[in-house]
T-cell receptor
Framework: DSGVTQTPKHLITATGQRVTLRCSPRSGDLSVYWYQQSLDQGLQFLIQYYNGEERAKGNILERFSAQQFPDLHSELNLSSLELGDSALYFC??????????????FGAGTRLSVL | SQKIEQNSEALNIQEGKTATLTCNYTNYSPAYLQWYRQDPGRGPVFLLLIRENEKEKRKERLKVTFDTTLKQSLFHITASQPADSATYLCALTDSWGKFQFGAGTQVVVTP
Protein backbone atom coordinates (compact mmCIF):
# COMPACT_ATOMS: atom_id res chain seq x y z
CA ASP A 1 0.00 0.00 0.00
CA SER A 2 1.55 3.27 -1.19
CA GLY A 3 -0.51 5.45 1.13
CA VAL A 4 -2.02 7.35 -1.81
CA THR A 5 -5.79 6.96 -2.08
CA GLN A 6 -7.72 7.46 -5.29
CA THR A 7 -11.47 7.42 -5.65
CA PRO A 8 -13.43 6.10 -7.37
CA LYS A 9 -11.70 2.96 -8.61
CA HIS A 10 -13.95 2.70 -11.64
CA LEU A 11 -16.07 5.24 -13.45
CA ILE A 12 -18.37 4.64 -16.38
CA THR A 13 -19.95 7.63 -18.07
CA ALA A 14 -21.17 8.91 -21.40
CA THR A 15 -19.65 11.26 -23.93
CA GLY A 16 -20.16 14.92 -23.16
CA GLN A 17 -20.35 14.36 -19.43
CA ARG A 18 -18.14 15.73 -16.68
CA VAL A 19 -16.42 13.71 -13.92
CA THR A 20 -14.24 14.43 -10.92
CA LEU A 21 -11.43 12.17 -9.77
CA ARG A 22 -10.13 12.50 -6.25
CA CYS A 23 -6.72 11.89 -4.75
CA SER A 24 -5.48 11.92 -1.16
CA PRO A 25 -1.68 12.02 -0.96
CA ARG A 26 0.52 10.20 1.52
CA SER A 27 0.61 11.81 4.92
CA GLY A 28 3.16 14.63 4.86
CA ASP A 29 3.57 14.77 1.08
CA LEU A 30 3.11 18.25 -0.35
CA SER A 31 3.20 17.49 -4.05
CA VAL A 32 0.54 15.77 -6.14
CA TYR A 33 0.87 14.64 -9.77
CA TRP A 34 -1.75 13.46 -12.23
CA TYR A 35 -1.09 11.07 -15.11
CA GLN A 36 -3.15 9.53 -17.88
CA GLN A 37 -2.40 6.06 -19.21
CA SER A 38 -4.36 4.79 -22.17
CA LEU A 39 -4.44 1.11 -23.08
CA ASP A 40 -0.93 -0.15 -23.86
CA GLN A 41 0.39 3.40 -23.75
CA GLY A 42 2.96 5.08 -21.58
CA LEU A 43 2.26 7.41 -18.70
CA GLN A 44 1.37 10.89 -19.86
CA PHE A 45 2.11 13.58 -17.31
CA LEU A 46 -0.82 15.97 -16.94
CA ILE A 47 -0.13 18.36 -14.09
CA GLN A 48 1.66 18.79 -10.76
CA TYR A 49 0.67 20.75 -7.67
CA TYR A 50 2.90 21.64 -4.78
CA ASN A 51 1.38 22.86 -1.53
CA GLY A 52 -1.71 24.16 -3.27
CA GLU A 53 0.01 25.86 -6.21
CA GLU A 54 0.39 24.61 -9.75
CA ARG A 55 4.03 23.60 -10.19
CA ALA A 56 4.36 22.05 -13.63
CA LYS A 57 2.09 21.35 -16.55
CA GLY A 58 2.25 18.60 -19.11
CA ASN A 59 0.01 17.85 -22.07
CA ILE A 60 -3.21 18.53 -20.23
CA LEU A 61 -6.21 19.30 -22.41
CA GLU A 62 -8.16 22.50 -21.88
CA ARG A 63 -11.20 20.34 -21.04
CA PHE A 64 -9.29 19.03 -18.04
CA SER A 65 -8.54 20.99 -14.89
CA ALA A 66 -7.17 20.21 -11.47
CA GLN A 67 -6.67 21.78 -8.11
CA GLN A 68 -5.06 21.01 -4.78
CA PHE A 69 -6.95 22.00 -1.66
CA PRO A 70 -5.61 23.34 1.66
CA ASP A 71 -5.78 19.84 3.16
CA LEU A 72 -3.54 18.78 0.21
CA HIS A 73 -6.01 16.46 -1.43
CA SER A 74 -6.42 17.02 -5.14
CA GLU A 75 -9.18 16.70 -7.71
CA LEU A 76 -8.93 16.24 -11.45
CA ASN A 77 -11.96 17.44 -13.39
CA LEU A 78 -12.59 16.08 -16.85
CA SER A 79 -15.35 17.71 -18.89
CA SER A 80 -16.98 17.31 -22.32
CA LEU A 81 -15.74 13.75 -22.22
CA GLU A 82 -14.84 11.97 -25.45
CA LEU A 83 -14.35 8.28 -26.18
CA GLY A 84 -10.60 8.88 -26.36
CA ASP A 85 -10.53 10.01 -22.73
CA SER A 86 -11.10 6.42 -21.64
CA ALA A 87 -7.95 5.54 -19.71
CA LEU A 88 -6.41 4.83 -16.34
CA TYR A 89 -5.80 8.01 -14.40
CA PHE A 90 -3.11 7.86 -11.78
CA CYS A 91 -2.36 10.22 -8.97
CA UNK A 92 1.03 10.24 -7.30
CA UNK A 93 2.47 12.18 -4.40
CA UNK A 94 5.95 13.13 -3.29
CA UNK A 95 7.45 14.87 -0.30
CA UNK A 96 8.84 17.76 -2.32
CA UNK A 97 8.21 19.56 -5.58
CA UNK A 98 11.55 18.72 -7.10
CA UNK A 99 14.54 16.42 -6.82
CA UNK A 100 15.92 14.70 -4.91
CA UNK A 101 12.85 14.23 -2.75
CA UNK A 102 10.37 13.95 -5.63
CA UNK A 103 10.24 10.16 -5.51
CA UNK A 104 6.67 9.48 -6.46
CA UNK A 105 4.23 7.14 -4.75
CA PHE A 106 1.32 6.13 -6.91
CA GLY A 107 -2.27 5.38 -6.12
CA ALA A 108 -4.14 2.42 -7.53
CA GLY A 109 -5.66 4.55 -10.25
CA THR A 110 -9.16 5.38 -11.47
CA ARG A 111 -10.29 3.50 -14.56
CA LEU A 112 -12.48 5.78 -16.65
CA SER A 113 -14.67 4.32 -19.37
CA VAL A 114 -16.46 6.76 -21.66
CA LEU A 115 -19.25 5.10 -23.64
CA SER B 1 12.65 19.20 -27.30
CA GLN B 2 13.34 17.01 -24.30
CA LYS B 3 13.10 13.32 -24.97
CA ILE B 4 13.52 10.11 -23.02
CA GLU B 5 13.96 6.91 -25.01
CA GLN B 6 13.61 3.36 -23.79
CA ASN B 7 13.64 0.25 -25.94
CA SER B 8 10.05 -0.35 -27.00
CA GLU B 9 10.65 -4.00 -27.78
CA ALA B 10 10.01 -6.43 -24.96
CA LEU B 11 13.06 -8.06 -23.46
CA ASN B 12 12.63 -11.81 -23.20
CA ILE B 13 15.12 -13.43 -20.89
CA GLN B 14 15.68 -16.78 -19.29
CA GLU B 15 15.45 -17.15 -15.54
CA GLY B 16 18.81 -16.71 -13.86
CA LYS B 17 20.24 -14.44 -16.56
CA THR B 18 20.91 -10.71 -16.29
CA ALA B 19 18.46 -8.32 -17.93
CA THR B 20 19.89 -4.98 -19.08
CA LEU B 21 17.63 -2.07 -19.97
CA THR B 22 18.64 1.24 -21.52
CA CYS B 23 17.36 4.76 -20.94
CA ASN B 24 18.67 7.46 -23.27
CA TYR B 25 17.79 11.12 -22.98
CA THR B 26 18.29 14.29 -24.99
CA ASN B 27 18.06 17.97 -24.12
CA TYR B 28 18.03 17.30 -20.41
CA SER B 29 20.51 18.33 -17.80
CA PRO B 30 19.23 16.00 -15.14
CA ALA B 31 20.77 15.88 -11.73
CA TYR B 32 18.72 12.84 -10.78
CA LEU B 33 17.33 9.88 -12.62
CA GLN B 34 14.80 7.43 -11.24
CA TRP B 35 13.71 3.91 -12.16
CA TYR B 36 10.24 2.49 -11.52
CA ARG B 37 8.51 -0.83 -12.03
CA GLN B 38 4.95 -1.06 -13.33
CA ASP B 39 2.76 -4.15 -13.34
CA PRO B 40 -0.30 -4.28 -15.65
CA GLY B 41 -3.16 -2.13 -14.42
CA ARG B 42 -1.22 -0.85 -11.43
CA GLY B 43 0.67 2.33 -10.63
CA PRO B 44 4.46 2.45 -10.95
CA VAL B 45 6.54 1.60 -7.91
CA PHE B 46 9.80 3.41 -7.19
CA LEU B 47 12.94 1.26 -7.32
CA LEU B 48 16.08 3.37 -7.40
CA LEU B 49 17.30 6.95 -7.66
CA ILE B 50 20.77 7.83 -8.91
CA ARG B 51 22.43 11.23 -8.80
CA GLU B 52 24.61 12.57 -11.58
CA ASN B 53 27.73 12.37 -9.44
CA GLU B 54 27.04 8.68 -8.71
CA LYS B 55 28.25 6.34 -11.40
CA GLU B 56 26.49 3.29 -9.99
CA LYS B 57 23.81 2.39 -7.47
CA ARG B 58 22.77 -1.03 -6.23
CA LYS B 59 19.80 -2.44 -4.39
CA GLU B 60 19.65 -6.19 -3.87
CA ARG B 61 19.64 -7.69 -7.40
CA LEU B 62 19.22 -4.33 -9.11
CA LYS B 63 22.01 -2.12 -10.43
CA VAL B 64 21.76 1.26 -12.11
CA THR B 65 24.47 3.24 -13.87
CA PHE B 66 24.30 6.87 -14.97
CA ASP B 67 26.60 8.28 -17.66
CA THR B 68 25.94 11.99 -18.18
CA THR B 69 28.48 12.13 -21.01
CA LEU B 70 26.63 9.47 -23.01
CA LYS B 71 23.30 10.76 -21.67
CA GLN B 72 22.39 7.23 -20.76
CA SER B 73 21.36 5.09 -17.81
CA LEU B 74 21.55 1.31 -17.72
CA PHE B 75 19.35 -0.78 -15.44
CA HIS B 76 20.39 -4.34 -14.66
CA ILE B 77 18.42 -7.13 -13.02
CA THR B 78 20.79 -9.90 -12.05
CA ALA B 79 19.73 -13.51 -11.44
CA SER B 80 16.35 -12.66 -12.94
CA GLN B 81 13.21 -14.44 -11.76
CA PRO B 82 9.74 -14.81 -13.32
CA ALA B 83 8.48 -12.42 -10.62
CA ASP B 84 10.67 -9.72 -12.18
CA SER B 85 8.42 -9.72 -15.26
CA ALA B 86 7.00 -6.20 -15.54
CA THR B 87 7.51 -2.91 -17.37
CA TYR B 88 10.42 -0.80 -16.17
CA LEU B 89 10.33 2.97 -16.53
CA CYS B 90 13.04 5.56 -16.22
CA ALA B 91 12.14 9.09 -15.23
CA LEU B 92 13.79 12.51 -15.24
CA THR B 93 12.98 15.88 -13.79
CA ASP B 94 13.90 18.94 -15.85
CA SER B 95 15.12 22.25 -14.50
CA TRP B 96 11.52 23.52 -14.39
CA GLY B 97 10.48 20.65 -12.18
CA LYS B 98 8.51 18.88 -14.88
CA PHE B 99 8.63 15.15 -14.27
CA GLN B 100 8.72 12.90 -17.33
CA PHE B 101 8.63 9.13 -17.64
CA GLY B 102 10.03 7.14 -20.50
CA ALA B 103 7.61 4.83 -22.30
CA GLY B 104 9.09 1.85 -20.49
CA THR B 105 10.52 -1.51 -21.50
CA GLN B 106 8.65 -4.72 -20.82
CA VAL B 107 10.70 -7.55 -19.34
CA VAL B 108 9.49 -11.14 -19.61
CA VAL B 109 11.42 -13.72 -17.59
CA THR B 110 10.72 -17.32 -18.53
CA PRO B 111 11.51 -20.31 -16.30
Amino acid sequence: DSGVTQTPKHLITATGQRVTLRCSPRSGDLSVYWYQQSLDQGLQFLIQYYNGEERAKGNILERFSAQQFPDLHSELNLSSLELGDSALYFCASSAAGGPPKNIQYFGAGTRLSVL
Amino acid sequence: SQKIEQNSEALNIQEGKTATLTCNYTNYSPAYLQWYRQDPGRGPVFLLLIRENEKEKRKERLKVTFDTTLKQSLFHITASQPADSATYLCALTDSWGKFQFGAGTQVVVTP
